[in-house]
């Protein structure tokens, strides 16, 4: 079965040696040039698509809109992206050991931005790439970061140092 990609996650292209993109920095953020009037009462977000060249030739890449969607919450609905505020690659060739960067600005319900998916499908050398989805969360709603470990299970290995180290900081424990 298919795994989506972590925030943060590279992925390769095996049908282009070297060239390898990721989504990451997805982080609450305002746009630079004002809110768009479509988005109000929508809590802005930002996201970073980088393309990297490890490989030994130069890549003639496109990003552009209609190439990244971006979902919300459980049931993926789809953002607000604002492409008056967002940065693409318009054709831009990316030489070895180089990158480039796309940022996207979107905005969506603050509750449905705990689940955040998105997919990226890149154009190099006229070709479609095949379709990647990374997916990952803001923490716009934890209020402290005691709130971060309740997402994972009474069982599992998170909550299990949160309990050992909880239980080692409290007065009279030995």
């Known amino acids: 079965m298919y795994e989506p990609n972590v925030v943060g996650d590279w992925h390769e292209y095996d049908e282009h040696a070297g060239l390898r993109v990721r989504v990451h920095r997805l982080e609450a953020a305002e746009p630079p040039r004002g809110r768009d009037d479509a988005a109000a009462g929508l809590t802005y977000f930002s996201v970073r698509v980088t393309v990297e060249n490890r490989g030994a030739r130069h890549y003639g890449i496109h990003l552009e809109d209609g190439q990244i969607d971006v979902r919300v919450g459980p049931d993926g609905e789809g953002a607000f992206i604002d492409w008056r505020n967002s940065q ?87």
Not at 90 to 112: K, N, Q, S, W
Not at 119 to 127: A, D, I, K, T
């Open 88 to 174: 693409f690659i318009e054709g831009f060739d990316v030489y070895p050991l180089r990158r480039a960067t796309a940022v996207i600005y979107a905005a969506a319900p603050e509750a449905a931005l705990t689940h955040v998916d998105v997919q990226v499908q890149l154009r190099v050398e006229e070709e479609w790439a095949d379709r990647r989805l990374w997916t990952g969360g803001i923490g716009v709603l934890e209020s402290t970061p005691a709130s971060a470990p309740t997402a994972a299970g009474q069982g599992s290995l998170a909550h299990q140092v949160s309990a050992f180290l909880r239980d080692q900081t409290e007065p009279g424990t030995a």
